[in-house]
């Protein structure tokens, strides 16, 4: 679908927040639409070629790039690689992307992550213990409070994102951890953690679908 | 595995969805969902929530100064590629080239071209020699025209040659390094390090080791944001180490970039990063995993306080 088309009417406007009475709550996602929208025309001033947009694009989401795939490789060198990989990629198929399929910020870190990903498993190279604590993300869920310097962005769905996973038995949050940040295959996670490949699967499904349903507004909030 | 069922291939949908199926089964369980009302949906929108766990990473400071040199190498790519693009399409028409091709032999004449004319010329005369003599005036006429334009294509495309010629030996010239070219490189270069390190507004930071033992300096312009590091007598890291640069300040310690000493223990690293006049307290050096960190992991080996 080119953005010609999937730009047709569907870009929310942006809020002005000074014209809003400071009384008023700010409705939910208002923040991550209003987000979107400007990452959007961003993406379509890429398709005329106009490379500020490109260095305003990795301004806002080159942090939130770097972290991850920088805890996939643990290589500074390699992340930041990645990271120039993946806007310049961004940049040559900016009109590949489709708003129906997700919002900016979450094309550019699946990008980013399936290069890291290519990476890591070109030079078959793992975490020497994938079931050891330190490095696991969603072993101890992180506090959900909001980080006043990445409050602009993200920090609301970062919130709402924790909240899901909090409501995942343990075992189904240890399978999403290990596929998808330390990079396991479904039947790698079979052996770290002795399950059958059956029982995985049945993990990773329930897991996944469990989530869809309290995150599915940024899914509708990008399009 | 090219063909799946519709079971197998909705099992298989979280899997693909996490990078974590093997690639022919990825493969094919996308080929059955591009055509399957349920399984598509159901992939787009596990692709999206699994993106979503990619905001829980841990946040991690990339050294702001390879952040800025990736931006602007994103940047001058980008721009480089749109100017290719424009100035990929059709330029104005050569009015030389026009003007050859309307002889018929093209724009490219050389002497043999212009040999090849003049016997045209020369067929030509002969023809208008047995015209009878009703048509002899008209044809003089229109034989002396046409000399006349031939003679004026002939020189234009003369000058033409002449002109290109003139041009390939100026662009030959132009590409052919002279003495004085290779210095000039060299020269800047110097003088941009004197003026890195010295000049009114320099802070140098001593450097010494953890047993007071003078190890080197960082030379800070605090005009042109440059940051110069000598250091001698560095032991070799440990293989699959480096060493790294902080500049450390009251709120953070930031990267300034890796180094490796050479065979005697010298060492010499540049980099540019903006900071506050009164901000920086101290520059430290540790030894990291090769390619560096984000943040300092191991022990300091090197420092020197920045004083008031």
């Given at each position: 679908?080119?953005?010609?088309?999937?730009?047709?009417?569907?870009?929310?406007?942006?809020?002005?927040?000074?014209?809003?009475?400071?009384?008023?709550?700010?409705?939910?996602?208002?923040?991550?639409?209003?987000?979107?929208?400007?990452?959007?025309?961003?993406?379509?001033?890429?398709?005329?070629?106009?490379?500020?947009?490109?260095?305003?694009?990795?301004?806002?989401?080159?942090?939130?790039?770097?972290?991850?795939?920088?805890?996939?490789?643990?290589?500074?060198?390699?992340?930041?690689?990645?990271?120039?990989?993946?806007?310049?990629?961004?940049?040559?198929?900016?009109?590949?992307?489709?708003?129906?399929?997700?919002?900016?910020?979450?094309?550019?870190?699946?990008?980013?992550?399936?290069?890291?990903?290519?990476?890591?498993?070109?030079?078959?190279?793992?975490?020497?213990?994938?079931?050891?604590?330190?490095?696991?993300?969603?072993?101890?869920?992180?506090?959900?409070?909001?980080?006043?310097?990445?409050?602009?962005?993200?920090?609301?769905?970062?919130?709402?994102?924790?909240?899901?996973?909090?409501?995942?038995?343990?075992?189904?949050?240890?399978?999403?951890?290990?596929?998808?940040?330390?990079?396991?295959?479904?039947?790698?996670?079979?052996?770290?953690?002795?399950?059958?490949?059956?029982?995985?699967?049945?993990?990773?499904?329930?897991?996944?679908?469990?989530?869809?349903?309290?995150?599915?507004?940024?899914?509708?909030?990008?399009? | 595995?090219?063909?799946?069922?519709?079971?197998?291939?909705?099992?298989?949908?979280?899997?693909?969805?996490?990078?974590?199926?093997?690639?022919?089964?990825?493969?094919?369980?996308?080929?059955?969902?591009?055509?399957?009302?349920?399984?598509?949906?159901?992939?787009?929108?596990?692709?999206?929530?699994?993106?979503?766990?990619?905001?829980?990473?841990?946040?991690?400071?990339?050294?702001?100064?390879?952040?800025?040199?990736?931006?602007?190498?994103?940047?001058?790519?980008?721009?480089?590629?749109?100017?290719?693009?424009?100035?990929?399409?059709?330029?104005?028409?050569?009015?030389?080239?026009?003007?050859?091709?309307?002889?018929?032999?093209?724009?490219?004449?050389?002497?043999?071209?212009?040999?090849?004319?003049?016997?045209?010329?020369?067929?030509?005369?002969?023809?208008?020699?047995?015209?009878?003599?009703?048509?002899?005036?008209?044809?003089?006429?229109?034989?002396?025209?046409?000399?006349?334009?031939?003679?004026?294509?002939?020189?234009?495309?003369?000058?033409?040659?002449?002109?290109?010629?003139?041009?390939?030996?100026?662009?030959?010239?132009?590409?052919?390094?002279?003495?004085?070219?290779?210095?000039?490189?060299?020269?800047?270069?110097?003088?941009?390090?004197?003026?890195?390190?010295?000049?009114?507004?320099?802070?140098?930071?001593?450097?010494?080791?953890?047993?007071?033992?003078?190890?080197?300096?960082?030379?800070?312009?605090?005009?042109?944001?440059?940051?110069?590091?000598?250091?001698?007598?560095?032991?070799?890291?440990?293989?699959?180490?480096?060493?790294?640069?902080w500049l450390v300040t009251d709120s953070a310690?930031?990267?300034?970039?890796?180094?490796?000493?050479?065979?005697?223990?010298?060492?010499?690293?540049?980099?540019?990063?903006?900071?506050?006049?009164?901000?920086?307290?101290?520059?430290?050096?540790?030894?990291?995993?090769?390619?560096?960190?984000?943040?300092?992991?191991?022990?300091?080996l090197v420092s020197g306080s920045a004083g008031?």
């Amino acid at each position: 679908m080119l953005l010609a088309f999937a730009f047709g009417g569907v870009i929310p406007t942006a809020v002005d927040s000074r014209q809003m009475n400071p009384s008023e709550q700010e409705p939910p996602y208002t923040r991550e639409i209003r987000s979107n929208a400007e990452d959007v025309a961003l993406i379509r001033r890429m398709c005329d070629a106009d490379e500020t947009a490109l260095g305003a694009l990795y301004d806002r989401w080159m942090r939130s790039l770097y972290s991850l795939v920088f805890h996939l490789l643990k290589d500074a060198d390699e992340a930041e690689d990645v990271v120039e990989e993946t806007f310049w990629q961004a940049w040559r198929k900016a009109a590949s992307y489709e708003p129906s399929r997700g919002a900016v910020s979450t094309w550019l870190l699946t990008i980013g992550r399936r290069r890291a990903l290519d990476r890591l498993r070109a030079k078959d190279r793992r975490r020497e213990d994938p079931m050891a604590r330190d490095g696991r993300i969603l072993a101890e869920l992180p506090s959900p409070e909001v980080d006043p310097a990445e409050a602009a962005e993200g920090a609301e769905r970062r919130t709402r994102v924790l909240a899901a996973l909090r409501e995942l038995p343990e075992e189904q949050r240890e399978v999403l951890d290990l596929g998808y940040f330390q990079g396991l295959s479904q039947t790698e996670i079979a052996m770290a953690t002795g399950q059958p490949l059956g029982t995985v699967k049945t993990r990773m499904r329930l897991a996944m679908q469990k989530l869809r349903e309290p995150l599915s507004m940024y899914r509708e909030s990008a399009q | 595995m090219t063909n799946l069922s519709h079971e197998e291939a909705y099992s298989e949908l979280a899997a693909v969805a996490l990078d974590a199926a093997p690639s022919e089964v990825s493969a094919a369980v996308r080929e059955h969902a591009v055509a399957c009302p349920e399984c598509g949906p159901e992939l787009v929108a596990m692709e999206e929530t699994v993106a979503l766990l990619g905001q829980l990473a841990p946040q991690w400071a990339m050294n702001p100064g390879h952040g800025a040199g990736i931006r602007s190498r994103l940047l001058m790519r980008a721009r480089g590629e749109r100017e290719s693009r424009s100035s990929a399409a059709p330029g104005p028409p050569d009015l030389a080239r026009g003007v050859a091709s309307l002889t018929g032999l093209g724009h490219k004449l050389t002497p043999g071209s212009q040999r090849a004319i003049e016997e045209e010329v020369k067929k030509v005369l002969p023809q208008q020699k047995r015209k009878p003599p009703f048509f002899r005036e008209s044809g003089l006429m229109a034989l002396a025209a046409s000399i006349a334009f031939i003679a004026a294509a002939v020189q234009l495309v003369r000058v033409t040659s002449e002109r290109n010629a003139m041009r390939a030996e100026l662009a030959a010239r132009a590409n052919t390094p002279t003495r004085t070219d290779s210095v000039k490189p060299v020269m800047s270069e110097k003088e941009a390090l004197i003026a890195a390190m010295a000049g009114p507004d320099v802070k140098i930071v001593p450097l010494t080791s953890k047993s007071a033992t003078r190890m080197g300096r960082m030379f800070w312009n605090r005009s042109s944001n440059d940051w110069t590091m000598v250091v001698y007598t560095m032991r070799p890291p440990k293989p699959g180490m480096t060493y790294q640069v902080w500049l450390v300040t009251d709120s953070a310690k930031i990267s300034a970039g890796t180094f490796m000493p050479d065979s005697t223990g010298h060492a010499f690293m540049q980099a540019k990063y903006a900071l506050d006049r009164n901000a920086l307290k101290a520059v430290a050096v540790t030894e990291e995993p090769a390619g560096g960190m984000p943040v300092p992991t191991g022990a300091i080996l090197v420092s020197g306080s920045a004083g008031p």
